[in-house]
T-cell receptor, first 110, second 121 residues
Framework: EIVLTQSPGTLSLSPGERATLSCRAS???????LAWYQQKPGQAPRLLIY???SRATGIPDRFSGSGSGTDFTLTIIRLEPEDFAVYYC???????????FGGGTKVEIK | EVQLLESGGGLVQPGGSLRLSCAAS????????MSWVRQAPGKGLQWVSS????????FYADSVKGRFTISRDNSKNTLYLQMNSLRAEDTAVYYC??????????????WGQGTLATVSS
């Protein structure tokens, strides 16, 4: 079973700054199967990035994903007030568990 | 506009049962695989189960296998999760989620707002 480790646990930044979030897989995974979600308090997760670097419908271009193998990154350039939230990476595997999530990174206002 | 509306959550005693429903609209429900993902209070996301567009194939997390059953009624645009032999550790918000195509589960592109299931005596 693949384990996804996200770091840091919490990122304290100011609006306008750049956020760099890390997701490390316990073994090499296909970038086709790596996604990122945003979740705000009391809300459902929202898909941001799929296939490691493809933005989902309606996602602003200040969000970008990159990486391959075991190391993946979500970058948010110029944080907007609405970007302060928890971010999860997720991997799809062909056998159970089909979807594996990382523990999340909270991006909070400094 | 894609909409997913969960219902059926509530308080149940350990060993009891709940049936969650997810009413879908805004897309051709019968053409997409669907999933359930849960989130325990203050915790992260955990995949629970997925089902193909036709309903012929189902998949479960080890933690719920044999206790939960996913199903769908494409004539009613509705997804279900029958939860039996519930345990305290099943307490969570359960999200219904749409997958990107009929037989692929690489990610969940739309999510409902969730329904809370609480297992407690």
């Amino acid at each position: 079973e693949i384990v996804l480790t996200q770091s840091p646990g919490t990122l304290s930044l100011s609006p306008g700054e750049r956020a760099t979030l890390s997701c490390r897989a316990s073994q090499s995974v296909s970038s086709s199967y790596l996604a990122w979600y945003q979740q705000k308090p009391g809300q459902a997760p929202r898909l941001l990035i799929y296939a490691a670097s493809s933005r989902a419908t309606g996602i602003p271009d200040r969000f970008s994903g990159s990486g391959s193998g075991t190391d993946f990154t979500l970058t948010i350039i110029r944080l907007e007030p609405e970007d302060f939230a928890v971010y999860y990476c997720q991997h799809y595997g062909s056998s159970a568990p089909m979807l594996t999530f990382g523990g999340g990174t909270k991006v909070e206002i400094k | 506009e894609v909409q997913l509306l969960e219902s059926g959550g509530g308080l149940v005693q350990p060993g009891g049962s709940l049936r969650l429903s997810c009413a879908a609209s805004g897309f051709t429900f019968s053409s997409y695989a669907m999933s359930w993902v849960r989130q325990a209070p203050g915790k992260g996301l955990q995949w629970v189960s997925s089902i193909t567009a036709s309903g012929r194939a189902t998949f479960y997390a080890d933690s719920v296998k044999g206790r939960f059953t996913i199903s769908r009624d494409n004539s009613k645009n509705t997804l279900y999760l029958q939860m039996n032999s519930l345990r305290a550790e099943d307490t969570a918000v359960y999200y219904c989620a749409k997958n990107p195509s009929s037989g692929s589960y690489e990610f969940a592109d739309y999510w409902g707002q969730g329904t809370l299931a609480t297992v407690s005596s």
